[in-house]
């Protein structure tokens, strides 16, 4: 792509750093920015690096968070014997929409996976193995809330090998069909896992 423009060229080239972003949709969203007033562009920058100064992990979950400890973490409506695992701050973003769920969380960072090269070590589940294990832990159960892949449930082998030696429950959430879904359009991993871990029907 050819640019009249050598200060437009290193913008589009900064956008389509992003993901999902290619040269094409980087320039439409330049133009459009020239198109708007100056502080239009102003307030986009300033918000993009206060973000990135001032955005905090939480210390006990590692939940992105604003402050040390974050609102769930620090909400004394939540339940503290319920501990919900994840991989990332979008999976406790995804079940705190459902609002099904009162109990805490903890974010792991990623999971176990050998081929791209990441082991327990590089998770956040010393943290967890601490926080579970203090004094003043009420923790009784975590939700394994993993991906039903392979490396999920590689993850969640090794950390309720671990955590059942302090005597606290683990389970899993139910992976089944999707509401409205065609039992018929589901694949076989999915139908077979959701026999096994059926509910009761009320
Ligand atoms: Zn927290």
Redesign the pocket.
């Given at each position: 792509m050819e640019f009249s423009s050598k200060l437009i060229e290193s913008a589009v080239n900064e956008f389509s750093k992003l993901p999902g972003i290619g040269k094409k949709t980087a320039l439409r969203l330049v133009l459009h920015l020239l198109k708007q007033d100056e502080n239009f562009t102003t307030d986009i920058a300033q918000s993009l690096i206060d973000m990135r100064q001032n955005i905090k992990y939480?210390k006990?979950?590692h939940?992105i968070?604003d402050e040390e400890?974050?609102n769930?973490?620090k909400s004394h409506k939540r339940d503290n014997s319920i501990i919900c695992l994840v991989e990332d701050t979008r999976d406790v973003l995804a079940i705190e929409n459902t609002s099904q769920y009162n109990g805490l969380?903890h974010v792991l960072g990623g999971i176990i996976s050998p081929i791209e090269g990441i082991g327990p070590e590089d998770l956040t589940i010393d943290s967890l193995m601490e926080r579970v294990s203090s004094a003043e832990s009420e923790v009784k159960e975590i939700i394994f809330g993993l991906s039903p892949t392979m490396e999920g449930d590689t993850t969640a082998f090794y950390i309720s090998k671990k955590v059942k030696q302090l005597g606290i429950k683990t389970s899993t959430i139910a992976r089944g069909i999707p509401i409205g879904g065609e039992l018929e359009y589901a694949d076989e991993i999915t139908l077979g896992r959701s026999i096994v871990s059926r509910t009761a029907y009320e």
């Open positions: 939480c006990k979950c939940n968070s400890v974050c769930i973490c969380y």
